[in-house]
C-alpha cells in the first residue's frame, strides 16, 4: 500500500513538475533554445574569462552551481539510469531528454526568485524557495512546510542514501566493512562542513567537475572500444520511445505509458528541476544578476542530464552486445559495474564504486547545506543552529552505512516528491516576476 502511494504521489508530482516546465517554457519563448549564445556566453564562456576577485559577499557563481551539482549529481546517474532502464527499455532515455529539456526553465526560474529575494548576513547571502515562497509569494506556511521537508530529504535523500550507496560499492569492490566505510565519510563530511558554506564550495569546486570529467573519460573510452554500437544504440532510443515494444521483440512487455512515466520521472528526479534545492546554493553566489545566475541551472539540467545520463546510458546498452542489460537479471549500480567489468575487467567495476564515492560524498556536501539553510530558516536568520544541525547530519551517516535501505527509499522519494509541491505552487504564484530580459 505505501509503495503505491509513493508511485502515485510521485506520478502525480512528475507531471505537476512537467507541466510547470512546459508552462514556463512557453512563457519565456523557450528562452533556453532562443537565448542560447547569452548561456553559453555566461556559463562556459565565463570559465575561460577572468574574474574579478571575489567581494567577501558570497561564493562564485561557478562554486554555487558545483555546489548545486554536487547535491544533483551522483549515484541517480550511475545507477538511475540503470534502473529506468531495465524498468522500461531504451527508450526512457528520450522521455528524460525531454524532461531536461523542459526542465531547464523551470531551474531558471527558481534560481531566478532566489537570488532576487534572497537575504545579506554577516556570513554572505541566504536564500532560496523558503524565503521567495514567504517573501514573493506571502505564503509563510508553505515556506515553513518546504523548510520541514527540505530538511527531513536532506536527513533521507541527501545523506542515509548516500553513503548506503558508498559503503555497498566499497564492500562490493574492495571488502571495505560497511562500518569503516560510515566512519571514513562521516569525518570527511565533518570536516568540510563545519568549515561553512565556503569550505562547501571549495570542496565541490573541485571535486564535481574532477570525478564528472573522470567518470566522462572512463565512458568515453568505453564508448570509443564499442563506437560501431553508439550510432545504432541512439537509434533504438528514439525507436523505442514511440514504439516500446520493439526494445526486445515485445518480449519485455513494454507499455507506452510505463516508458514515458519512467523516463519522465528519472530525469525529473535526476536534475531536481523544480524540487527547490539547488535553488538554495545558487542564492550564496555573488552575481551579477538574477539573470545570469538562472543561466547557470540551464547549464547545470543540461551536463547532468542529456550529457552524464545519456553517456551511462549508451554505456549500458552498447554492453555485451546490447544484450547486458537484458540478459544479466541485473540492474542499478550493480549493473553500471556490470558493463564496465565487460570491457575492462574487476578495473571497470572499481572504477565505478569510486565514482559512486567521490559522487555520493559531494551530493552529502550539498545537502547538508541545503538541510542546514531549512533548519536556519525555520529557526530564524540569526538562529544558532548550525552547529546542531551538522552534528545531526553526521551522526546519521554512521547508521546510514550499516542499514538496509528498503524502507528509507520508500520514505525518501516520497518526501522529495512532497517537497516539489509548495515550490511549484510559488513558481507559478510568482510567474510574472521571472523575467529573460536583459538586466
Given at each position: 500500500m505505501a509503495h503505491f502511494f509513493t508511485n502515485l504521489l510521485s506520478g502525480a508530482v512528475m507531471l505537476l513538475l512537467l507541466g510547470c516546465g512546459i508552462f514556463l517554457s512557453i512563457k519565456s519563448g523557450f528562452f533556453q533554445f532562443r537565448g542560447l549564445p547569452f548561456i553559453l556566453r555566461n556559463t562556459v564562456g565565463t570559465l575561460f574569462r577572468r574574474q574579478p576577485e571575489d567581494k567577501g559577499r558570497g561564493i562564485s557563481p561557478f562554486q554555487a552551481v558545483t555546489t548545486a551539482l554536487a547535491g544533483t549529481m551522483g549515484v541517480g546517474n550511475i545507477a538511475g539510469v540503470a534502473t529506468a532502464l531495465t524498468a522500461a527499455g531504451p527508450g526512457a532515455v528520450f522521455w528524460m531528454w525531454i524532461s531536461a529539456l523542459c526542465g531547464m526553465m523551470t531551474k531558471y526560474a527558481e534560481i531566478y526568485l532566489a537570488v532576487k529575494f534572497r537575504k545579506k548576513t554577516a556570513d554572505g547571502y541566504i536564500g532560496g524557495p523558503m524565503y521567495y515562497i514567504s517573501e514573493g509569494a506571502g505564503k509563510k506556511r508553505l515556506a515553513a512546510l518546504f523548510a520541514v521537508l527540505c530538511a527531513l530529504c536532506s536527513l533521507g535523500i541527501g545523506n542515509i542514501s548516500q553513503v548506503n550507496s558508498v559503503s555497498t560499492a566499497m564492500s562490493r569492490s574492495f571488502g571495505v566493512p560497511t562500518l569503516v566505510s560510515g566512519l571514513a565519510v562521516a569525518a570527511v563530511v565533518a570536516l568540510v562542513v563545519f568549515g561553512g558554506v565556503k569550505r562547501i564550495a571549495r570542496v565541490t569546486e573541485l571535486v564535481i567537475p574532477f570525478i564528472s570529467i573522470l567518470y566522462l573519460c572512463g565512458a568515453?573510452?568505453?564508448?570509443?572500444?564499442?563506437?560501431?554500437?553508439?550510432?545504432?544504440?541512439?537509434?533504438?532510443?528514439?525507436?523505442?520511445?514511440?514504439?516500446?515494444?520493439?526494445?526486445?521483440?515485445?518480449?519485455?512487455?513494454?507499455?507506452?505509458?510505463?516508458?514515458?512515466?519512467?523516463?519522465?520521472?528519472?530525469?525529473?528526479?535526476?536534475?531536481?528541476?523544480?524540487?527547490?534545492?539547488?535553488?538554495?546554493?545558487?542564492?550564496?553566489?555573488?552575481?551579477?544578476?538574477?539573470?545570469?545566475?538562472?543561466?547557470?541551472?540551464?547549464?547545470?539540467?543540461?551536463?547532468?542530464?542529456?550529457?552524464?545520463?545519456?553517456?551511462?546510458?549508451?554505456?549500458?546498452?552498447?554492453?555485451?552486445?546490447?544484450?547486458?542489460?537484458?540478459?544479466?537479471?541485473?540492474?542499478?549500480?550493480?549493473?553500471?559495474?556490470?558493463?564496465?567489468?565487460?570491457?575492462?575487467?574487476?578495473?571497470?567495476?572499481?572504477?565505478?564504486?569510486?565514482?559512486?564515492?567521490?559522487?555520493?560524498?559531494?551530493?552529502?556536501?550539498?545537502?547538508?547545506?541545503?538541510?542546514?539553510?531549512?533548519?536556519?530558516?525555520?529557526?530564524?536568520?540569526?538562529?544558532?543552529?548550525?552547529?546542531?544541525?551538522?552534528?545531526?547530519?553526521?551522526?546519521?551517516?554512521?547508521?546510514?552505512?550499516?542499514?538496509?535501505?528498503?524502507?528509507?527509499?520508500?520514505?525518501?522519494?516520497?518526501?522529495?516528491?512532497?517537497m516539489a509541491i509548495p515550490n511549484i505552487i510559488a513558481l507559478l504564484i510568482l510567474r510574472k516576476q521571472i523575467s529573460t530580459a536583459d538586466t
Open positions: 568515453g573510452a568505453f564508448l570509443y572500444i564499442h563506437r560501431h554500437s553508439v550510432v545504432g544504440a541512439l537509434a533504438q532510443i528514439v525507436d523505442c520511445a514511440f514504439s516500446p515494444a520493439s526494445a526486445a521483440g515485445g518480449a519485455l512487455g513494454y507499455g507506452m505509458s510505463r516508458v514515458m512515466r519512467f523516463g519522465l520521472s528519472r530525469g525529473v528526479f535526476t536534475n531536481e528541476a523544480g524540487l527547490g534545492s539547488a535553488p538554495i546554493a545558487h542564492a550564496a553566489a555573488d552575481c551579477k544578476s538574477p539573470k545570469h545566475q538562472g543561466v547557470w541551472g540551464i547549464f547545470e539540467v543540461f551536463l547532468d542530464t542529456i550529457v552524464v545520463c545519456t553517456v551511462t546510458a549508451l554505456v549500458l546498452l552498447c554492453a555485451g552486445d546490447g544484450l547486458l542489460w537484458r540478459q544479466s537479471g541485473l540492474d542499478g549500480a550493480a549493473l553500471t559495474s556490470a558493463a564496465f567489468e565487460s570491457v575492462f575487467g574487476a578495473a571497470g567495476g572499481r572504477f565505478i564504486a569510486l565514482s559512486i564515492v567521490f559522487f555520493a560524498v559531494a551530493a552529502m556536501l550539498g545537502w547538508c547545506y541545503y538541510g542546514e539553510s531549512a533548519v536556519r530558516y525555520l529557526a530564524g536568520v540569526h538562529g544558532n543552529t548550525n552547529t546542531l544541525y551538522r552534528l545531526l547530519f553526521i551522526l546519521c551517516i554512521i547508521p546510514g552505512a550499516m542499514g538496509e535501505l528498503g524502507a528509507v527509499w520508500g520514505i525518501s522519494d516520497a518526501l522529495n516528491a512532497l
